[in-house]
T-cell receptor
Framework: DTGVSQDPRHKITKRGQNVTFRCDPISEHNRLYWYRQTLGQGPEFLTY????????KSRLLSDRFSAERPKGSFSTLEIQRTEQGDSAMYLC?????????????FGPGTRLTVL | AQSVSQHNHHVILSEAASLELGCNYS??????LFWYVQYPGQHLQLLLKYFSGDPLVKGIKGFEAEFIKSKFSFNLRKPSVQWSDTAEYFCAVNERNDYKLSFGAGTTVTVRA
C-alpha cells in the first residue's frame, strides 16, 4: 500500500495522559499536514511541514501539542496532558513537491478518545 | 482566514435522482478548489479539483463541479446517483501560495436503493 498511513488507528486514554501519533506520508512527498476533525465538522488545519521544517501552526495547536518531522519523512504529533476536548479524529495528509496546486492525500486518521 | 460553507447538512435521495451540493467560500483572491469524499469506513479521497481554466471540471465516478467566480461557489453535481454514492462530501479551498486547506462542515448523502 503506497498511501498515507497512520498509527495507531484508535487510541483511548485517560485525561491527563500523554499520547503520540505517527504518520507516514506517501514516499517522496515533501509536504506533510496534520488536521483535526470533530463530529459533524470538516477537518481543521493544525500544522504543516515542508521536509523537516514546520512552517505553520494553527492557533488551534495549544502548547500541549507538538509535532515533529525529524528526518523529513514520518511525522509524530504528541498531545501532553490530554483533555476531554482533545477527543477527535487526527488526520494526516501529504502532497508532492511539484504540486503547486496543493493536492493533498489523506491517511485513515487516528481516532482519539479521552475519558 | 478562509470560510467555507456547505449548504446542506444531510441529503437523502433515491437511486437515479440528480444530486447537487452547494459550496461557497469567502476569499476574494485566487483559490484552488476541491471536493473530497469519505465513504463509510474509509478515508478522505479526492473527488475532483479546480485550479484554473474551464470552470466546469469532471471528476471520478461521474461527478462534476462548476466554479462560478462571481458567486464564490463551487457546486458539486451528479446527474444520476447510485446507492454506492452514499458518503460524506467535503468542499475544501486553499488560497494560492497557502498550503493549508479550509474545509466545509460536510454534507452527508444517503442514497436509498
Amino acid at each position: 500500500d503506497t498511501g498515507v498511513s497512520q498509527d495507531p488507528r484508535h487510541k483511548i486514554t485517560k485525561r491527563g495522559q500523554n499520547v503520540t501519533f505517527r504518520c507516514d506520508p506517501i514516499s517522496e512527498h515533501n509536504r506533510l499536514y496534520w488536521y483535526r476533525q470533530t463530529l459533524g465538522q470538516g477537518p481543521e488545519f493544525l500544522t504543516y511541514f515542508q521536509n523537516e521544517a514546520q512552517l505553520e501552526k494553527s492557533r488551534l495547536l495549544s502548547d500541549r501539542f507538538s509535532a515533529e518531522r525529524p528526518k523529513g519523512s514520518f511525522s509524530t504529533l504528541e498531545i501532553q496532558r490530554t483533555e476531554q476536548g482533545d477527543s477527535a479524529m487526527y488526520l494526516c495528509a501529504s502532497s508532492p513537491p511539484q504540486s503547486s496546486y496543493n493536492e493533498q492525500f489523506f491517511g485513515p486518521g487516528t481516532r482519539l478518545t479521552v475519558l | 482566514a478562509q470560510s467555507v460553507s456547505q449548504h446542506n447538512h444531510h441529503v437523502i435521495l433515491s437511486e437515479a435522482a440528480s444530486l447537487e451540493l452547494g459550496c461557497n467560500y469567502s476569499y476574494g483572491g485566487t483559490v484552488n478548489l476541491f471536493w473530497y469524499v469519505q465513504y463509510p469506513g474509509q478515508h478522505l479521497q479526492l473527488l475532483l479539483k479546480y485550479f484554473s481554466g474551464d470552470p466546469l471540471v469532471k471528476g471520478i465516478k461521474g461527478f462534476e463541479a462548476e466554479f462560478i467566480k462571481s458567486k464564490f461557489s463551487f457546486n458539486l453535481r451528479k446527474p444520476s446517483v447510485q446507492w454506492s454514492d452514499t458518503a460524506e462530501y467535503f468542499c475544501a479551498v486553499n488560497e494560492r501560495n497557502d498550503y493549508k486547506l479550509s474545509f466545509g462542515a460536510g454534507t452527508t448523502v444517503t442514497v436509498r436503493a
